[in-house]
């Protein structure tokens, strides 16, 4: 049940992960995520992260939207929508402890990918495959920031390219999040 200081609580949560986004240009969303599964059922944590950072990467996507590059998003899109089409058709159903294990390791797993197999986000077949991996880990821990930021790690892309064009990405994952949550609740 939300109450008058969980309410206040998860306000000063979302405010304080923005301002650690702000600062540090990452790890705001994924202590977010941490912050709300602690506090929330994973449906309530999913749903209210997804919104939250919908809002601020669709943001970021529409001030920095002359440098996308929508072949890039193009890809992620079709790998993002082969992985939430095979989470629908399996039900799964993330558990609290599987999604804050995965959380956790996340960033230590993207540091483990070895540099053989970094893939290239301006490769097609590469980022088709980031977008199947990103939305599977999306639809499990709440987040894939971390593993997405190694698509890019060796693109030839720009910067801004770089930013806007993760921040379209990360859009999209959230938008699916949000769409996805309602499978998430207990089947009555």
């Excluded at 790998?79 to 989470?87: D, E, P, Q, T, Y």
């Amino acid at each position: 049940m939300l109450t008058l200081p969980l309410m206040v609580g998860l306000g000063l949560t979302v405010l304080v992960t923005s301002f650690l986004s702000g600062l540090f240009g990452m790890a705001g969303g994924m202590v977010l995520m941490g912050l709300l599964l602690i506090l929330l059922p994973v449906p309530s944590a999913m749903l209210l992260h997804g919104v939250t950072q919908f809002a601020s990467n669709g943001w970021r996507a529409w001030l920095w939207r002359r440098h996308v590059v929508w072949p890039v998003i193009l890809r992620f899109a079709l790998g993002g929508s082969v992985a939430g089409l095979l989470f629908a058709l399996v039900g799964a159903v993330p558990d609290q402890a599987v999604s804050l294990l995965i959380l956790g390791l996340m960033p230590f797993l993207a540091l483990a990918v070895p540099a053989r197999w970094a893939l290239d986000a301006q490769k097609p077949l590469h980022g088709v495959l980031g977008g199947f991996l990103c939305m599977g880990v999306q639809l499990i821990a709440g987040i894939s920031g971390p593993l997405l930021d190694t698509f890019f790690i060796r693109s030839g892309m720009t910067r801004q390219s770089v930013v806007s064009t993760k921040a379209a990405i990360q859009s999209v994952g959230h938008m699916v999040k949000i769409v996805y949550s309602p499978r998430w609740s207990p089947r009555r």
